[in-house]
């Protein structure tokens, strides 16, 4: 996908600029009819534009590069399946079932409940698109400390060192109030990493960063081991973080945007 088309595909779709925005876009799984796995980047996550301008493709649950257990023991065989076949289905469910109902708004040109709607759209649209970009950057082989060297550098310029950055990225995505994500994106307009919680999904995010490594602190993410131990599940993830896909996700981010 060339600038251009990413560009259109991002931004002259649908009003998903946030958090699940540009990043989404960017890296977030093709859909399984694609023929490619959650490993793979692209135009992904998106539907296509082609055909019926007023009723785009649907969205479709991505699959997994890896089996429910290949996390074990950091996030466990029940918690990933649940996870992935239930929650996330309901986020794709849910943003087809919105779009559908602004496509019929348009129809009749009846926007009576576009607010609604509209909230809807943010809600699934980021879960979905958060979700996706979660299973890519996870890995049975991560862990560790990235390799990168621009990651790197990155990491160090806008944190002080990877020992910050981790502190500080599993202090805050403990301490999301209620349900939510912790998550490392990259900001285009200034090319700098930042770490900020969103609530819900797309809560308290600041607009047009691309995210990089976010991390589910929903209950459904970890309460089937972890119970109320939130912070031990997220010093957990942090075995399981796949850095080579954070750093493809950062270079790609890069390419197209900076
Ligand atoms: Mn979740």
Redesign the pocket.
Known sequence: MNRRDYLRSTLGGFAFIGTAGLGSALSAPSSPSAGKTAALSGSAGMASFAGNHNHPAEYELPQLAYSYDALEPHIDAQTMEL?HSI??QSYVNGLNNALAKLAEAREKNDFALVKHWSKEVGFHGA?HFL?AV?WDVMSPDGGGEPEDADLVRAINASFGSFEKFKAHYIAASSAVEASGWGILAWEPFHDRLLVFQAEKHQNLSPMVTVPLLPI?V?E??YYLRYQNRRGDYVRAFMNVVDWDAVARRFHEARRMLG
């Open positions: 996870h929650h996330h879960g979700h979660f589910d929903w459904h993410a």
